[in-house]
């Protein structure tokens, strides 16, 4: 297949916010597709393609591509072929070996295919084909039913192999996609609530944890092989040698557990969310240690957990992780649930999560079966541009705008980020450094006042709440935002949505907290 054709189906999603529209022109595409192509596609779709990183950044790509061909010539394949020599490049010798197959790529595609693929190297499409329309769009192809699908994806992590084995694979197939041990999953995610109260309300019975404010991994364990990945599912085994050492303690030769990872002070208090994030990101050791701690477990030596129900797979948790189980109580008792949170807070943490005993673990879900309640609500949200600052921040880039995810395009385009506000507090020196130096590299344009970037740098912001506002589009504003940190674990496609942020108003405008 042409790249013309699959980049002429993401204009057509993209312009369009029927969910029935974007299936009906995923499944087209999909059906066509040899069975060579699928796993490329899909990661082209997603902004993720199957090499990962290929070392090429927003400004080498600013030209690196030369002149535009003027008919399409290039295949799916060509472009497949392209990313692999640019994800091998190292050593002596890489920065021209990339430089020369980013020319010979670019000058083989057209103006729109230069764009295209700029897009997807740097991990931000704004097509509109979120992976759940994606999903739905497999189906449709493959005539398989849809939850299927979504579970196949949910347990392999991986989208484009669901989709070769739901187009090309035998009857069953599907079906047969179940936990391994090795490979990653999709994890759970959690909804929001204003107070302990409000959560119990909406899930009854439940294990009301600390929610740590610390860095999410998953850990497999096969024997004495160990692998830890992030939540995204990258690998960081050789980054957190202390994570390893602890889960080969523990009395199971297989295990798959969910939990985070933090650095403590010497009091055993949480050190603050960056200098965890600090460490967890350095390719080699540091003084500062992780310690981890879980909150759930997948499989347990050859059984399957994930379908029983939380209050189950506690029980192996406490069994197998013993003082490494993040504390918690179960409770349908509001006023137990708000202690356990008063405890979380005093002992340093974000807050708590509160987690329906009954239920599975859904994983790559976001229900009403976890939900999480901090103090302080915290949005991670992505950064549109920087204005230069003033006064002793003068040479810096401080003052940022900050923008919300709109899957739907409800206030612009399908995909894209609705602006919510600009902060430049809790911005220290470091930050300040560090954004002077980062955001030219990914800048798109500037004025005399700012330096305006691509949405793919997502930072998690404090807020007291929202309020109404005219001036942004999405009808909101935030009130009182700080910045804790840039969020280096997450991309542009995991920031919180304005509808999140919009139902902080309906909830103040109803006499909830925001």
Known sequence: MLLDELVATVGRVASTRSRLAKVDALAELLSALAPAEIVPAVGYLTAKPRQGRVGVGWRTLQGGMGDPAEAPTLTVLDVDDALGRLAAAAGSGSAAERTSVLRDLGSRATDREQDFIARV????????????????????????????????????????????????????????????????????????????TAAIGQVGEASVEFKLDGARIQVHRSGDEVRVFTRNLADITHRVPEVVEVVRGFP????????????????????????????????????????????????????????????????????????????????????????VARDALSAGHEGIVVKGVEAPYAAGRRGASWIKVKPVLTFDLVVLAAEWGSGRRTGWLSNLHLGARDPQGEFGEPGGFVMVGKTFKGLTDDLLRFQTERFPEIETRRTAHAVFVEPITVVEIAIDGVQRSSRYPGGIALRFARVKGYRDDKGPGEADTIQSLRALLRGADEGGAT
């Open 121 to 196: 190297i740097l991990g931000e499409l704004r097509s509109g084909a979120l992976e759940g329309v994606l999903a739905d769009a497999i189906a449709r192809a493959a005539d398989r039913p849809g939850d299927i699908v979504r579970r196949a994806a949910m347990l392999s992590g991986d989208l484009g192999e669901t989709a070769r084995i739901a187009l090309t694979g035998a009857p069953g197939d599907l079906e047969a996609v179940g936990l391994l041990v090795g490979r990653p999953v999709l994890p759970m995610l959690a909804g929001t609530a204003p107070s302990a």
């Open 252 to 339: 199971a030769r297989e295990l798959i557990l969910d939990g985070e990872t933090l650095a403590l002070d010497e009091g055993g208090a949480p050190r603050p969310f960056q200098e965890t994030m600090s460490r967890f990101g350095a390719e080699a050791a540091r003084e500062v240690v992780l310690h981890p701690w879980f909150f759930d477990v997948l499989h347990v030596d050859g059984r399957d957990l994930i379908d029983e129900p939380l209050a189950a797979r506690l029980a192996e948790l406490e069994r197998v992780a013993g003082v490494h189980r993040i504390p918690g109580r179960v409770t349908a008792d509001a006023e137990v649930a708000e202690r």
